[in-house]
Structure formats: C-alpha cells, structure tokens
C-alpha cells in the first residue's frame, strides 16, 4: 500500500536572531496509520548570492522578515499535494521544484519548499520506524554511519559579530578523541577556559550569532593566539585543531580584499593564510577567496590542498552544478552543505553524493539564524564527516551537539576521528 500525505500545516515560530521562520509539519498516511513530524528552516545572514530564494514578506511585519508569503506556498503546495503518493523522495522534490517553476524557488520560496521537504521526508521515517540517519541511507547509496567531528566556532567576526575581525569565524575542531562525548567535552572545556582568558585580560565576553566570543582583537594572529592559550591551558595541545570560515566574499571589491582597513590583492590575501598555517595548527580554510574568483580559488587550492581541508561554501552553496565547475577546474577540496542554500532535502543528498564520488571532504552546516531543530545532526551522521554548528553554548547549537550525544548513547556509532581530516595532521 502507498504512503499518502494527507495534511501540511505551516506557521512561523521564532530563530535565535528574533526573527521569524518557518516551521512546517506534514501528516501522512501509510498502512491506515498516521505519521508525522516537522521541520525548522534556518536563515543565514552571510548569504552567497547563488543560493535559493529564501520568502520574506518585505512589508511592516518584524521589520520586512514576516513569512506569511511562505506560509501561503506551504498551503498551495498541500492543495497540489494531498492524497499524493509520498514513498519516492526525489519524485516529491521533483513535484515541489515544478510547482515552483523557477530556477532559485523564488516563486514559492526556498523555505517553503525546504519545510515541506524534510517534515514529509521525517515523517515517512517515522513510518518505517527508523531514526532519520538510518532511514536517509535509503536515498545516499548506502554508507556506515559514524558520529561526525564538531567544528565550533569560539569567536566570531565578519557578519556574525560587531566587532573589527574581518574573517568571519574562527573554530576549534576536538579530533583526536576515541569517542563524541570526549569531542565535545573538550570543546566545552576550551570554550569556557578562553572565556576565562579573555576576560582576565580585559575584552568583552559577549557572544555573538553562534554562540562564539566576539571581542575586538586587532587581527587573526590575535584571534588565533587567544584560541592556542585556551587549547593548551585546557591540557588540549596536538588533539585540537583550528579552522577558519574567512568568508571572503563579504570583504571583496572589484578585484582587491580589504583586510585590516587596505585593499589588497588575493596573492597578498594567500600569504596571510600562508603565514597563519605556519603559525598556528589550522586544519581547515572556508571561502578563503570570494565566490566568483575562480582563478584565485585555483592558486590556492593547487597549493595547499594536500595540506590542508579547502572548503567551499559560498563558492559552491550546495549546488551541483557548481560543484561540478569546481571539481572539473580543480577548486578546493570539500564542500561545506546548508539545506536551505539548495531548498530541498533530496538535493542536498545529489550535492552531497556527487562530492562523495569526487573525494571531497564533506560538512554539514547550521545557519547563523537557527532554531531547536536538530535534523542535521542525523545528517551529519549518515553523509558527512564533520558537523559545523556553532559554539557549544546557546541552545540553539547545542541542541545539534546534544541529539549527537543522544545518537551516540542509543546507537552506539563510533566518532570519525580518523576516517578523513587525519591526512591533514601534521
């Protein structure tokens, strides 16, 4: 017997910016029972500007970001949708994507369409009685399923912070651990430790979108040295990693990167990451040029992709087609994956699968704007080797960090720890 939806209900709820999103529940039917479950779509706020429409009201509402617009597509979608069949993912996807018609969602929206998606996509999970991460390898061609390494970002600049850093986020990476919960404790410990730090030598304790620290530092050699005291005085040294998110494109302009108040060339931009891999001990560089310098993005990944985790995210925004452009071109080494930036779960999984065949790293990322939902963590365990959600503090992260450990207590799954970023360790 098919599965068939049978309602779809959306409204707004809040994220950890105040503003408002969409949350979306689907009711299906299968075997005369009902199932259902929902699903939160995030916002980012350092958005590339390939990714898929995200639906704002644009009127007086919560200062133009009301979703009522959204809403209504989600009703459109149920009008189409209801009593259809619901067991094929992809042909569900393909149903949303027609209906909307349009190359970037903008019709019905991207969160529209995302929270339809994933709440149809979790409540057939349900259906079959399986956590999301083991249902998901029906649709990503079989996989084993590991606890992912956290990347957590402990101090925030760019976009994410009011302060002069011009990079965007600066993360600690606990890999050299046996289990998650070692993992995260350490990331916990670090946190806490440099909050100590900071404070003790006068900056500001205050966080920013995701939880990190936002002091004023002066540069990203600064930000750095703050990170390596709080590893080494936690007992962390040589087990705990750096990596940066330089989000490049929100400081480029008609060729040239301001950096630090001066317009300089990507060469120039290069040594300084060059300098800070010496320095420090980063595993990891995110959009380190902007989202259109593909020849730049070449020198770069030419040099260091054997050294270090290249990763795109702007560059790439979880879309096939460019992803396919940067591995015909040889550009970066991974890719960083947000469901929204595409706008549907099965997407996503293409993305996901073409980085997979290719060798690429892959890392499943929250948003800036974000809520409780925790589905990427099931995410991240069944198609990534790395989970990127903020900080440990603020619920809105650690509800990420906490259903891992809940998959981690239950399912018994082993951490990742050397299934992929070991060949960058020195």
């Excluded at 290069?270 to 320095?279: G, H, Q, R, T, V």
Aim: hydrophobic share 40%; glycine share 6%.
């Amino acid at each position: 017997m098919k599965t068939v939806l049978k309602d779809l209900k959306g409204f707004w709820v809040l994220d950890s910016r105040a503003n408002p999103t969409l949350e979306v529940w689907a009711f299906i039917e299968r075997n005369g029972q009902i199932f259902y479950d929902s699903f939160i779509v995030p916002s980012g706020a350092s958005t590339g500007k390939f990714e898929a429409l995200e639906l704002r009201d644009n009127d007086k509402d919560f200062h133009g970001k009301a979703v009522k617009k959204a809403i209504e597509s989600v009703k459109f979608i149920r009008d189409h949708l209801v009593n259809s069949s619901v067991d094929d993912l992809f042909l569900v996807d393909k149903k949303l994507i027609d209906l909307d018609g349009t190359i970037n969602k903008s019709r019905l929206g991207a969160n529209a369409i995302l929270g339809v998606s994933v709440s149809i996509a979790k409540a057939l999970a349900k259906s079959y009685n399986l956590p999301f991460f083991k249902f998901l390898t029906l649709y990503s061609g079989g996989k084993d399923y590991y606890l992912p390494i956290p990347f957590m970002n402990i101090i925030n600049g760019g976009v994410h912070a009011d302060n002069d850093l011009d990079f965007q986020e600066f993360m600690i990476c606990p890999i050299m651990f046996d289990s998650f919960s070692q993992a995260l404790q350490a990331g916990s410990e670090i946190y806490n430790t440099l909050k100590s730090i900071l404070k003790k030598d006068g900056f500001s304790v205050s966080v920013g979108d995701e939880g990190g620290f936002a002091p004023n530092l002066s540069s990203p050699f600064q930000a750095c040295d703050y990170i390596m005291k709080a590893i080494e005085s936690s007992g962390y040294f040589g087990r705990v990693f750096i990596a940066l998110d330089v989000a490049a494109s929100s400081f480029y302009n008609d060729g040239f990167y301001t950096y630090q108040g001066s317009k300089i060339s990507a060469i120039e931009l290069i040594n300084i990451y060059e300098d800070l891999m010496n320095k420090y001990p980063i595993i990891s560089i995110e959009d380190p040029l902007d989202e259109e310098d593909w020849e730049n993005w070449k020198i770069f990944t030419s040099k260091y992709r054997e050294k270090i985790n290249i990763v795109g995210d702007d560059l790439f925004v979880t879309n096939v087609n460019r992803l396919t452009k940067g591995i015909e071109i040889n550009v970066a080494n991974s890719i960083l994956i947000k469901l929204n930036q595409i706008g549907s779960l099965t997407e996503t999984i293409q993305t996901i699968n073409l980085a997979l065949q290719n060798n690429y790293g892959v890392i499943i990322s929250h948003r800036s704007g974000e809520t409780e939902d925790s589905t990427i963590s099931h995410l991240a365990c069944n198609l990534g080797y790395s989970i990127k959600t903020g900080a440990p503090a603020r619920s809105e992260r650690n509800s990420k960090y906490n259903e891992l450990r809940r998959i981690e207590e239950f399912y018994n799954l082993t951490f990742i720890k050397d299934k992929y970023f070991h060949k960058f360790i020195k």
